[in-house]
């Protein structure tokens, strides 16, 4: 009897148990995680923000552009200077001055700003949707142009205002104050400024570029073939 009854134990634990080696194997199921949609959606926020204040910009440029032509025009140099110590100084100082207000630096200045407004209309619109119909190459596109032009006007806006102060400070003559390293000083703060803007604003979409690249899949070495292969 109790041979019989071992027998039936061994053969219900037969039935019951797993093939050989099947219970010890775990295949994991994990899938490539999404990249948040919050990179692109904040990048939208943020190149909003700039399209608001690039409205805000041409607004202010546009209205210079409209105003300085008149108020430069009603500068008389030599009746300004008539009582001055150097009449000579005195007029070439504010003839620099007329000069940036007879500047074309107000209509670029505004048609930029204008433009870069425009542009970042499609740029938030791109980036905001960017997560749901999956268009994450227009979106990155978009928002590196908006950054290229935004350089450009940036950088050429500068060279103008350095060029100007550059001849302003040569006008004038000092023997307290080195003006020639004030005017350096002022250049290399204003560039480097520039560039260190534009830098982080291009840090800033390589970074969201990066965080939302597409999942890669996850390869599983076929067992019928040699790691040699």
Known sequence: ??????????????????????????VRSDL??????????GGAIFFAIMGFSSILGAIAMGFGALIMPGIVAEIDAEAACENDIDPEECEAV????????????????????????????????LMWNAPENGDRDTALKFAGGWIAIHAISQFYVTHVMMS?????Y?????????????????????????????MTLAAGLVLIAYQTRPPTKVEVPSAFHSSKE
């Open 94 to 125: 504010i003839g620099e001055l007329i000069s940036l207000g007879e500047s074309n630096i107000w209509s670029l200045g505004a048609a930029s700003s204008a433009l870069l407004f425009i542009l970042s209309i499609p740029t938030a619109i």
């Open 164 to 168: 100007w102060s550059n001849r302003f």
């Open 170 to 198: 040569g006008g004038m003559e000092s023997d307290e104050v080195d003006l020639g390293f004030i005017s350096l000083f002022n250049q290399i703060a204003s560039y480097g400024g520039v560039l260190m803007c534009e």
């Open 1 to 26: 009897m109790t041979l019989l009854l071992g027998d039936a134990l061994l053969a219900s634990n037969m039935v019951h148990a797993p093939p050989s080696g099947v219970g010890n194997l775990y």
């Open 32 to 41: 490539p995680e999404t990249p948040s949609p919050w990179w692109f959606r």
